[in-house]
């Protein structure tokens, strides 16, 4: 079985979500041996989409322009980095209400026609199934689950959107009210998982 790892909080060190996600890869390995992984850092700096991108969205790979061709390389690896994943892993710290640019910038890279959902007279449907992710979502005063976190209920409608629909959310949420208690409590979330798919 293989994960995908997609961290994109802006911080390092002092990351929160970082760090539990880092935690919650160690328990996975423990839990699982024969997991292996795949990371990629949003926060690093991912393109975002542009009109090239667009026009060579809907074409048929025969049809684009070289530089169509080039222009969505990248998004043709993301795309095949989620594809290839069992397991996805995404942390997400909570930035004014929602999610960090950096991951929008990847939500919109690997959303694409044909590869990871289709058209159909029924609507939308999501290409990629039988795929567990865990969201380790955390914020300094935003409450998980509340009406004011636009966060978690976008990721779980978008990872939907493309077929993935057993989510599980481990979150460590109002930090600069609650100290290291959501910490703790996210911890034990994390020692307390079983299965990976």
């Not at 222009?71 to 996805?88: H, P, R, T, Y």
């Not at 009210?177 to 079983?194: M, N």
Request: with cysteine; hydrophobic share 45%; aromatic share 8%.
């Amino acid at each position: 079985m293989h994960a995908l790892v997609v961290n994109s909080s802006g911080r390092t060190d002092l990351s929160v979500s970082r760090k539990l996600v880092v935690e919650l890869v160690d328990e996975l390995k423990a839990k699982h041996p024969g997991l292996t992984f795949c990371y990629r850092d949003a926060a690093a700096g991912l393109p975002f989409v542009n009109e090239l991108m667009i026009s060579g969205f809907y074409l048929p790979a025969e049809l684009r322009t070289p530089e169509q061709t080039q222009s969505l390389a990248f998004s043709d690896q993301l795309v095949q980095e989620l594809q290839a994943a069992d397991v996805l892993i995404i942390g997400a710290p909570i930035y004014n209400f929602s999610i960090p640019a950096s991951l929008k910038a990847w939500v919109d890279l690997i959303a694409r026609a044909g590869l990871t959902f289709s058209f159909s007279e029924m609507g939308f449907q999501g290409l990629l199934h039988n795929k567990k992710a865990y969201l380790v979502v955390t914020s300094g005063g935003v409450e998980v689950g509340s009406p004011a976190d636009m966060a978690t209920p976008y990721l779980r409608l978008v990872l939907g959107f493309v077929g993935i629909t057993d989510v599980e959310v481990i979150s460590a949420d109002q930090l600069n009210l609650l100290g290291e208690q959501p910490i703790g409590a996210a911890r034990d979330a994390i020692q307390h998982i079983h299965a990976v798919a």
